[in-house]
């Protein structure tokens, strides 16, 4: 059977996080637009809206779709961009300097890197292409140099240029490249600073000689070396970078697609990392990100699952423990994973590239009623006073005020005009977003909040809040409040 690292891959697929309340079912799947073979994804806000938007690389369609978000977990196709052909990466970053996101496609079929600079009128402007390496499949933005222009890396799925960087320029293009490696094949990369010298090293999936591969450099020469290497189980193919036990050191885990088991390698500094766990995962994991799907802010594990037509969850149970893997089905294929807040309910939800299915499906979490009160917040946590009435020429003014949660903990207030029943893990999702406010407090700090502009007499305003305490969400609680003329 000819090795999956080949396999094309056709849909999207985007995952919101649920509550642990509802772990059984945790995600409700709507769908969203699609081009033709989406391949890659990436998140940013491309139009400066405060909201995450998506671009996704269509391989067969030979262009990049611009899906806008209306911050509630929502998209619209706003256009198509033609690149390279076969494109099988994409990524967001500003190049240029000028504030917006420009994206950059690793072209695998015509083996070169597009790039359409952010455009306010249309979202992207002209395709500008550089030829690179042959079958570059993999592409991310960051500062390698230091020079504090954004660069672009590559992974090729080619021993003779297993990865290229390109050094940003500033203005939109690049100054030089340089490629790392040899006699390999890459399958993924990831950027971060291992060693805390201020500069990235590149975390690279070797498929060839199935291990993990971390390159560095210096700021004297600027060129790269591997400093370590670590062997993984099988056929690695997706990569992620994260604090899984909260020790500040950046672990690393690995998808290994033929060996069903994604491999934890916890990190030592330095660039350094001690030996492998092999975790349990879906059938064929293509991708793996790092999130906290339960809100217990514990890390989990998400795989997209070639094998399955799903993703697994790998609930984290600290100290680099996992749950067995709990699969929800998607689209056939799925391949790309993306973490990205979608629907600003300050969750990390996940965006998952499907194959052969050319369907985007949206997994939105599930969470308690909202409570109408007349007159104060629920619970034993806290309380709710009117100090201001709202009048056509002052603002409304609400003081929230914790009792029963210690200090350390967080404490979230969401507000909207009307009731929101749209439901989401913690919380409820705001349904007027153009006069609403997210806020995050303190507990035992008094919050004053002010409506932006003046109200009319009789207008309801629905408020709602929560804390997280010993990592368990508690009090999803409403107020409602109705303005009055002053007396």
Request: hydrophobic letters at 45%.
């Given at each position: 059977m000819e090795s999956l690292h080949r396999?094309?891959?056709?849909?999207?697929?985007?995952?919101?996080?649920?509550?642990?309340?509802?772990?059984?079912?945790?995600?409700?799947?709507?769908?969203?637009?699609?081009?033709?073979?989406?391949r890659d994804l990436a998140a940013g806000d491309v139009d400066l809206d405060g909201h995450v938007d998506l671009v996704v690389a269509n391989q067969f369609g030979g262009d990049l779709s611009l899906?806008?978000?209306?911050?509630?977990?929502g998209f619209v196709l706003a256009g198509s961009f033609p690149v390279g052909g076969q494109p099988q990466g994409v990524a967001l970053v500003d190049l240029d300097g000028d504030g917006r996101l420009d994206a950059v496609s690793a072209d695998s079929g015509s083996s070169s890197v597009t790039v359409r600079l952010g455009d306010a009128l249309s979202g992207f402007g002209p395709a500008v292409a550089t030829a690179v390496g042959a079958q570059p499949v993999a592409v991310l933005g960051d500062d390698i140099d230091g020079d504090g222009f954004p660069d672009v890396a590559l992974a090729h799925d080619s021993g003779a240029t297993p990865v290229t960087v390109l050094f940003g320029d500033g203005a939109g293009g690049f100054s030089d490249s340089q490629v790392?490696?040899?006699?390999?094949?890459?399958?993924a990369l990831a950027s971060a600073d291992l060693d805390g010298d201020g500069l990235p090293e590149l975390a690279v999936a070797d498929v060839t000689d199935v291990q993990l591969r971390i390159f560095s450099s210096s700021a004297a020469n600027g060129v790269f070396a591997e400093i370590s290497s670590y062997p993984v189980v099988s056929e690695p193919r997706g990569l992620a970078l994260g604090d899984l036990d909260g020790d500040g050191l950046l672990d690393a885990v690995v998808a290994n697609t033929d060996g069903d088991e994604v491999s934890v390698l916890p990190g030592l500094g330095g660039?350094?990392?001690?030996?492998?766990?092999?975790?349990?995962?879906?059938?064929?994991?293509?991708?793996v990100v790092i999130l906290d799907v339960d809100g217990d802010e514990i890390p989990d594990l998400l795989t997209s699952d070639l094998g399955g037509s799903s993703v697994s969850v790998m609930v984290g149970q600290g100290d680099f423990a996992f749950a067995p893997p709990q699969s929800y089905a998607t689209g056939t294929f799925p391949q790309s994973l993306v973490v990205a807040d979608v629907d600003a309910d300050f969750f990390?939800?996940?965006?998952?590239?499907?194959?052969?299915?050319?369907?985007?499906?949206?997994?939105?979490a599930q969470a308690g009623p909202f409570v109408e009160l007349p007159g104060g917040l629920e619970g034993p946590w806290g309380?709710?006073?009117?100090?201001?009435?709202?009048i056509p020429a002052a603002d409304l003014q609400v003081s929230l005020v914790n009792t029963g949660v210690p200090q350390e903990n967080w404490g979230y207030l969401l507000?909207?005009?009307?009731?929101?029943?749209?439901a989401f893990k913690g919380g409820v999702i705001v349904p007027d977003f153009d006069f609403g406010a997210v806020l995050l407090m303190r507990s035992q700090v008094p919050l004053v909040f002010r409506w932006p502009k003046a109200l009319d007499p009789g207008v309801d305003i629905y408020m709602q809040a929560w804390f997280r305490v010993d990592k368990t969400i508690v009090g999803t609680h409403g107020l409602r409040v109705v303005t009055q003329h002053a007396p």
């Open positions: 396999c094309s891959l056709l849909a999207l697929a985007v995952l919101l996080a649920a509550p642990a309340a509802d772990a059984q079912d945790p995600f409700v799947i709507s769908a969203l637009p699609s081009g033709s073979g989406p899906l806008l978000g209306d911050g509630a977990g790392i490696g040899s006699g390999f094949c890459a399958k660039g350094q990392f001690s030996s492998r766990q092999d975790i349990p995962a879906g059938s064929l994991p293509a991708d990390d939800d996940a965006v998952v590239a499907n194959v052969f299915s050319n369907s985007v499906l949206l997994l939105d309380e709710a006073l009117l100090l201001g009435s709202g507000s909207g005009l009307e009731k929101a029943n749209a």
